[in-house]
């Protein structure tokens, strides 16, 4: 069983950056896609980024896209989402979650495994 705990949120001024983190207990992320996932208020939840483990291939939405960076530490099996330029239709609670490949690519869907959330909020 994966358990996922992600720490880092908080409020922040528009512009500004927030680091967060995931980290997993009771097995290591080999074989296993992570992805970080938000959800706003009265929204759908959305993918942000995800990373392949095995391959280090990263995928990121295109609202994100050369902002936000996905990144991972093989020795603390923590899963990271730096988010730069931020902006206030970032502000979300934001999940992290993995699954299970064999592949090389990095799916929006299909995430077994997720974490409990932390809130994100960026003031204009």
């Known amino acids: 069983q994966v358990q996922l705990v992600e720490s880092g949120g908080g409020l922040v001024q528009a512009g500004g950056s927030l680091r967060l983190s995931c980290a997993a207990s009771?097995?290591?992320?080999?074989?296993?896609?992570m992805g970080w996932f938000r959800q706003a208020p009265g929204k759908e939840r959305e993918f942000v980024a995800g990373?392949?483990?095995?391959?280090?291939?990263?995928y990121y939405a295109d609202s994100v896209k050369g902002r936000f960076t996905i990144s991972e530490d093989n020795v603390k099996n923590t899963v990271y989402l730096q988010m730069n330029s931020l902006k206030p239709e970032d502000t979300a609670v934001y999940y992290c979650?993995?699954?299970?490949?064999?592949?090389?690519?990095?799916?929006?869907?299909?995430?077994?495994?997720w974490g409990q959330g932390t809130q994100v909020t960026v003031s204009s």
């Open positions: 979650a993995a699954q299970r490949t064999t592949g090389w690519s990095v799916p929006e869907t299909g995430y077994d495994y």
């Open positions: 009771g097995r290591t992320f080999s074989g296993y896609v």
């Open positions: 990373i392949n483990w095995n391959t280090d291939s990263t």
